[in-house]
Protein backbone atom coordinates (compact mmCIF):
# COMPACT_ATOMS: atom_id res chain seq x y z
CA UNK A 1 0.00 0.00 0.00
CA UNK A 2 0.94 3.28 -0.61
CA UNK A 3 1.97 5.81 2.32
CA UNK A 4 1.66 9.31 1.90
CA UNK A 5 2.91 12.40 3.81
CA UNK A 6 1.68 16.37 2.91
CA UNK A 7 3.74 19.21 3.61
CA UNK A 8 3.61 23.05 2.53
CA UNK A 9 0.83 24.31 4.85
CA UNK A 10 0.82 27.90 6.62
CA UNK A 11 -0.58 30.63 7.82
CA UNK A 12 -0.81 33.09 4.88
CA UNK A 13 -3.16 36.38 4.20
CA UNK A 14 -5.62 36.61 1.54
CA UNK A 15 -3.99 36.74 -1.87
CA UNK A 16 -1.31 35.06 -1.20
CA UNK A 17 -0.21 31.55 -3.07
CA UNK A 18 1.42 28.80 -0.98
CA UNK A 19 1.86 24.57 -3.04
CA UNK A 20 1.19 21.88 -1.00
CA UNK A 21 3.26 18.36 -1.54
CA UNK A 22 2.40 15.30 -1.02
CA UNK A 23 5.16 12.93 -0.86
CA UNK A 24 4.39 9.09 -1.66
CA UNK A 25 5.75 5.83 -0.71
CA UNK A 26 5.75 2.12 -0.40
CA UNK A 27 4.22 1.28 -3.67
CA UNK A 28 4.52 2.17 -7.74
CA UNK A 29 3.16 5.54 -7.77
CA UNK A 30 1.72 5.38 -10.81
CA UNK A 31 -0.78 2.63 -9.77
CA UNK A 32 -2.64 5.67 -8.39
CA UNK A 33 -5.08 8.67 -9.48
CA UNK A 34 -4.48 11.16 -6.88
CA UNK A 35 -6.89 13.92 -5.29
CA UNK A 36 -6.67 16.86 -2.88
CA UNK A 37 -9.57 16.97 -0.23
CA UNK A 38 -9.89 19.56 2.48
CA UNK A 39 -12.09 19.70 5.33
CA UNK A 40 -13.13 22.91 7.63
CA UNK A 41 -13.72 23.09 11.17
CA UNK A 42 -17.40 21.34 11.45
CA UNK A 43 -17.65 21.04 7.69
CA UNK A 44 -17.00 17.35 5.72
CA UNK A 45 -14.37 16.86 3.67
CA UNK A 46 -15.24 18.27 0.41
CA UNK A 47 -13.08 17.53 -2.84
CA UNK A 48 -10.58 20.02 -4.25
CA UNK A 49 -8.91 18.41 -7.46
CA UNK A 50 -7.89 15.31 -8.78
CA UNK A 51 -5.75 14.19 -11.67
CA UNK A 52 -5.12 10.67 -13.64
CA UNK A 53 -2.24 8.62 -13.71
CA UNK A 54 -0.40 10.58 -16.23
CA UNK A 55 -1.27 13.90 -15.38
CA UNK A 56 -3.11 14.55 -18.83
CA UNK A 57 -6.65 14.82 -17.25
CA UNK A 58 -7.58 16.72 -14.27
CA UNK A 59 -11.04 18.40 -12.54
CA UNK A 60 -11.68 20.62 -9.78
CA UNK A 61 -14.27 21.37 -7.42
CA UNK A 62 -16.14 24.95 -8.72
CA UNK A 63 -14.92 26.83 -5.58
CA UNK A 64 -11.28 26.78 -6.57
CA UNK A 65 -11.45 26.27 -10.23
CA UNK A 66 -9.02 29.13 -11.79
CA UNK A 67 -6.97 29.09 -8.55
CA UNK A 68 -5.81 26.02 -7.93
CA UNK A 69 -3.58 23.70 -10.37
CA UNK A 70 -3.23 20.24 -9.32
CA UNK A 71 -0.26 18.22 -10.70
CA UNK A 72 2.20 15.15 -9.99
CA UNK A 73 5.71 14.13 -10.71
CA UNK A 74 6.13 10.33 -11.03
CA UNK A 75 9.59 10.14 -11.13
CA UNK A 76 9.59 12.48 -7.75
CA UNK A 77 6.49 10.30 -6.96
CA UNK A 78 5.14 13.76 -5.50
CA UNK A 79 1.42 15.28 -5.56
CA UNK A 80 1.39 18.92 -5.87
CA UNK A 81 -1.24 21.60 -5.50
CA UNK A 82 -0.30 24.93 -6.47
CA UNK A 83 -3.33 27.50 -5.02
CA UNK A 84 -3.29 31.55 -5.55
CA UNK A 85 -5.45 33.96 -4.98
CA UNK A 86 -6.38 32.61 -1.67
CA UNK A 87 -8.85 33.57 0.31
CA UNK A 88 -10.45 33.04 4.14
CA UNK A 89 -12.55 30.24 3.05
CA UNK A 90 -9.84 27.94 1.32
CA UNK A 91 -8.79 27.48 5.46
CA UNK A 92 -9.03 23.97 6.31
CA UNK A 93 -6.44 21.28 6.50
CA UNK A 94 -5.72 19.87 3.07
CA UNK A 95 -5.51 16.09 2.69
CA UNK A 96 -4.38 13.91 -0.15
CA UNK A 97 -5.42 10.62 -1.45
CA UNK A 98 -5.03 8.08 -3.79
CA UNK A 99 -7.30 5.94 -5.37
CA UNK A 100 -6.57 2.56 -7.12
CA UNK A 101 -9.57 1.94 -9.06
CA UNK A 102 -9.16 3.00 -13.13
CA UNK A 103 -11.48 6.31 -12.95
CA UNK A 104 -11.05 9.62 -11.76
CA UNK A 105 -13.20 10.41 -8.77
CA UNK A 106 -14.41 13.18 -6.67
CA UNK A 107 -15.85 11.43 -3.79
CA UNK A 108 -14.49 10.88 -0.73
CA UNK A 109 -15.24 6.99 -0.52
CA UNK A 110 -13.51 6.39 -3.45
CA UNK A 111 -9.95 6.65 -1.92
CA UNK A 112 -8.29 3.99 -0.66
CA UNK A 113 -5.20 5.68 0.88
CA UNK A 114 -4.97 9.19 3.05
CA UNK A 115 -2.09 11.38 4.42
CA UNK A 116 -2.74 13.15 7.56
CA UNK A 117 -3.13 16.27 6.34
CA UNK A 118 -1.57 19.81 6.28
CA UNK A 119 -3.27 22.77 7.87
CA UNK A 120 -3.57 25.76 5.57
CA UNK A 121 -4.71 28.89 7.46
CA UNK A 122 -5.46 32.32 5.17
CA UNK A 123 -6.28 35.36 6.86
CA UNK A 124 -8.40 38.57 6.03
Known amino acids: QVHLVESGGGLVQAGASLRLSCAAS????????MGWFRQAPGQEREFVATISVGGGRTFYAESVEGRFTISRDNVKNTLYLQMNSLKPDDTAIYYC?????????????????WGQGTQVTVSS
Open 97 to 113: AARVAPALSGTTPDYDY
Open 26 to 33: GDTFTKYR
